[in-house]
């Protein structure tokens, strides 16, 4: 098993649709927990942190159960611009594991 | 925020040479930086943590002996993919940690994609 397994993807969305990623992670030590963003042939980018009481920025809503090992990431009002990869991301220590990443591809 | 330099972005080598990766924290101490490596469509793989001063760890399967890393400051890893190969022909990314940050973020540099004749 995979410490961190996200959905497979890709997923194909219309614009303005709403789209959730899930992640779950197997090691129970992990303290932080990201998603990032990566476009295609570039490095990855830090999309938010997620923290246990859930947090928000514009679009997109983070939520981490730690109870269940699983993270979320919500994308509301989907846009062309938001075709990428999602990577969700753990980390404890200095060890730091990423997921294989989700691709949505948000069309018009 | 943390900004993280890569160099070269893009390099054509022949079979056989080898090629040095440098991955620069500009406004931070990074005592561990990470190198990935990125087939096409692939997710990151983690090749080895590297920390300023002492010896790389590397991850199970990766070859210290061809992949050498060297973090001889607070600022500066290097890579060096020694002998290259068609096969070793990827995407390679460096990231770091602010170690007076205490988020656990990953500073990404931007990526330096080896293409090996």
């Known amino acids: 098993r995979k410490e961190v397994e996200q959905d497979p993807g890709p997923f194909n969305v219309p614009e303005g649709a709403t789209v959730a990623f899930n992640c779950t992670y197997s090691n129970s030590a992990s303290q932080s927990f990201f998603w990032y963003r990566q476009d295609c042939r570039k490095e990855p980018k830090l999309l938010m942190s997620v923290y246990s009481s859930g947090n928000e920025d514009g679009r997109f809503t983070a939520q981490l159960n730690r109870a269940s090992q699983y993270i979320s990431l919500l994308i509301r009002d989907s846009k062309l611009s938001d075709s990428a990869t999602y990577l969700c991301v753990a980390t404890g220590g200095f060890k730091t594991i990423f997921g294989a990443g989700t691709r949505l591809f948000v069309k018009a | 925020g943390a900004v993280v330099s890569q160099h070269p972005s893009r390099v054509i080598c022949k079979s056989g040479t080898s090629v040095k990766i440098e991955c620069r924290s500009l406004d931070f101490q990074a005592t561990t930086m990470f190198w990935y490596r990125q087939f096409p469509k692939q997710s990151l793989m983690l090749m080895a943590t590297?920390?300023?001063?002492?010896?790389?760890?590397?991850e199970q399967g990766v070859e210290k002996d061809k992949f050498l890393i060297n973090h001889a400051s607070l600022t500066l890893s290097t890579l060096t993919v020694t002998s290259a190969h068609p096969e070793d022909s990827s995407f390679y990314i460096c990231?770091?940690?602010?170690?007076?940050?205490?988020?656990?973020?990953?500073?990404f540099g931007e990526g330096s994609r080896l293409t090996v004749l």
């Open positions: 990231s770091a940690t602010d170690r007076l940050r205490a988020t656990g973020e990953l500073f």
């Open positions: 590297s920390n300023e001063g002492s010896k790389a760890t590397y």
